[in-house]
Antibody
Framework: QVQLQQWGAGLLKPSETLSLTCAVYGGSFSGYYWSWIRQPPGKGLEWIAEINHSGSTNYNSSLKSRVTMSVDTSKKQFSLKLSSVTAADTAVYYC?????????????????WGQGTTVTVSS | EIVLTQSPGTLSLSPGERATLSCRASQSVSSTYLAWYQQKPGQAPRLLIHGASSRATGIPDRFRGSGSGTDFTLTISRLEPEDFAVYYCQQYGGSPPYTFGQGTKLEI
């Protein structure tokens, strides 16, 4: 059974860089897309970015200038960096996996999620 | 960016009743790109439906997704106590950002 385990600093000061890593256990790394989603306290879900095993990335345009994702296929890990954080970046951050069949144009949904990391930005 | 609007914001029902949750898109979304999730307090979202109407692995058949174009619906036929949670729709759309609706809270 595939599991995602994520970690990173939970308390940041404004202007610092958020750094999170997610490791994939028990399943294949290639063939999937690996995403980060966040959820501010009491609010809904916001997709941040994604990467595939070859390192191809997509970012939410609202965060694009501050976001970087990377992948380490040898360790089956992927990471998120968000620079110049402010209080508005306070949220629970989740990593997740999905499969997209490019021939059938079918999105199978985010079926495996990490446990979430609470990130608080405060001076 | 495709905006998804869910209604109602909160739905108050009792166990055994039927729940109907709506998700409306600001522009047409292929049904193969529409998913639904359930989230309970303190937990990560759980995939319920993909392809607008296909249940994810292990999801009971009381959960049914339907719809096309700009209007999608999640129906829970007979509510169980464990179904009271927040539900989100999400569109993939083939190009980012892959937006979520704002959620519908299903409460007792």
């Amino acid at each position: 059974q595939v599991q995602l385990q994520q970690w990173g600093a939970g308390l940041l000061k404004p202007s610092e860089t958020l750094s999170l890593t997610c490791a994939v256990y028990g399943g294949s790394f290639s063939g999937y897309y690996w995403s980060w989603i966040r959820q501010p306290p009491g609010k809904g879900l916001e997709w941040i970015a994604e990467i595939n095993h070859s390192g191809s990335t997509n970012y939410n345009s609202s965060l694009k200038s501050r976001v970087t994702m990377s992948v380490d296929t040898s360790k089956k890990q992927f990471s998120l960096k968000l620079s110049s954080v402010t209080a508005a970046d306070t949220a629970v951050y989740y990593c997740a996996r999905y499969f997209f069949d490019s021939y059938a144009k079918y999105y199978y949904g985010m079926d495996v999620w990490g446990q979430g990391t609470t990130v608080t930005v405060s001076s | 960016e495709i905006v998804l609007t869910q209604s109602p914001g909160t739905l108050s029902l009792s166990p055994g009743e039927r729940a109907t949750l709506s998700c409306r898109a600001s522009q047409s979304v292929s049904s193969t790109y529409l998913a639904w999730y359930q989230q309970k307090p303190g937990q990560a979202p759980r995939l319920l439906i993909h392809g607008a109407s296909s249940r994810a692995t292990g999801i009971p058949d009381r959960f049914r997704g339907s719809g096309s174009g700009t209007d999608f619906t999640l129906t829970i036929s007979r509510l169980e106590p464990e179904d009271f949670a927040v539900y989100y729709c999400q569109q993939y759309g083939g190009s980012p950002p892959y937006t979520f609706g704002q959620g519908t809270k299903l409460e007792i």
